[in-house]
């Protein structure tokens, strides 16, 4: 104590403690925003590059269920679509023409899934692609109007489908589109005699 009496308790200034509330929020707000710019990044990013990863996951599980229903090896052979005027045809070849196991493989396969697609039995491409797989439903309840014919290519085999349906051809046209689709590396479109060109008129191939 002084000898002129008690000195007075003192205090931070108030100007410093609004200051330091003031500095404190803004980095709050500063991390929200930086928080919310993060999400929006990984949703842009989801949104332009998601459409392939999850094309990738896509194929990869198509590739794992078709492994359970296609006995030859997906990564030595190649899967060929081309849409016709009259319908589609698949291909199927060995990747390498010595390779007579999967040759043999591919051949027999295709052999029986000509007499189910006949049938109007497409379990196989169901199982692997999905009940909701584009095409699928209309080419089962109108395989009575596909003519269905087998045969075989120079390291593989052929599936031709043939018909007067305007509408069974397009939904031929989306059932191949579906498989280069799903299958990724190991399909593509092929050129074929009367084959549909993008702007729907017949071409040669």
Known sequence: MSADGP????????????????RVATRARACAVALVLVALMASTS???GGGDGG????????????????????????HRFAPRVDGLVQTVVADDPDAADQV????????????RFAGGDFGDPASIHGDDMP???????????IDVAYAEVASGA??????SDP???????????AQVLDHGEHAEHAEHADQVDPDGAAGGG
Request: hydrophobic share 35%.
């Open 135 to 145: 095409g699928l439903a209309e080419l089962s309840d109108g395989a009575g109007r």
């Open 104 to 115: 043999d493989l591919v051949r027999g396969h295709l052999t029986a899934e000509v007499e």
């Open 46 to 48: 989801a949104g332009c």
């Open 158 to 163: 052929t599936i031709t489908f043939t018909t």
């Open 167 to 177: 509408d069974l051809v397009e939904a031929l046209h989306a059932w191949g589109e």
């Open 7 to 22: 000195r007075p308790t003192t205090s931070p200034p108030v100007r410093a403690r609004v200051s330091d509330r003031a």
């Open 55 to 78: 094309g990738r996951d896509r194929q990869a599980e198509v590739a794992e269920r078709g492994a359970q229903v296609m006995p030859f090896d997906l990564e030595a052979t190649t």
